[in-house]
């Protein structure tokens, strides 16, 4: 399963977003710039967010956006799924009941390898707040690195 550019692209606004929480809204181009997102594409995606309830907007001259919840409060999986729709490394275990299509689901032998697969994801993505991201560099992130990297050995 690979991520999009929009997905990529929509974590990377959120996190601007959350190391700006507190400080009031951010333009587009801000966002853009400390997002290293285009523009026309941020433009695209602020959108969702903001339809989703994870982005506000305020209107005027200091106007623009900013998270809705505080960046403990947001799950980078809520974000993917904005971005992304359901995870779904598979069509026949799509977290979206409906879209599992597969006429083989019943008595099929590799799908218990696809819901562990979809499984395994979503605790990653569900796991990890915008707080958890912006803490890099500090000593938490070294504590998140190993919690979500593969263990060597």
């Known amino acids: 399963m690979k991520v999009s550019t929009r997905g990529e692209y929509g974590v990377r ?12 809204p951010m333009s587009i181009a801000a966002i853009s710039k400390a997002s290293s997102v285009p523009t026309a594409y941020l433009e695209q995606l602020i959108g969702p967010l903001r339809r989703a309830g994870l982005v506000e907007s305020k209107r005027g001259a200091q106007g623009g956006y900013l998270l809705a ?3 403990e409060l947001v ?11 359901p995870v779904a490394p598979m069509d026949c275990v799509s977290e979206d ?15 218990p390898v696809w819901l562990r697969m979809r499984d395994a994801i979503v605790g990653a ?14 000593p938490r992130r070294s504590r998140l690195a190993e919690s979500i990297s593969p263990s060597r050995t």
């Open 97 to 111: 009941v409906s879209e599992q299509t597969c006429p083989l689901i019943d008595g099929c032998e590799t799908r």
């Open 75 to 85: 799950r980078v999986g809520e974000v993917y799924r904005v971005m992304e729709g």
């Open 69 to 71: 919840r505080s960046p």
């Open 125 to 138: 993505i569900d796991s990890v707040t915008l707080a958890d991201l912006i803490a890099q560099g500090s």
């Open 13 to 24: 606004a959120m996190v601007a977003l959350a190391r700006n929480y507190g400080n009031g």
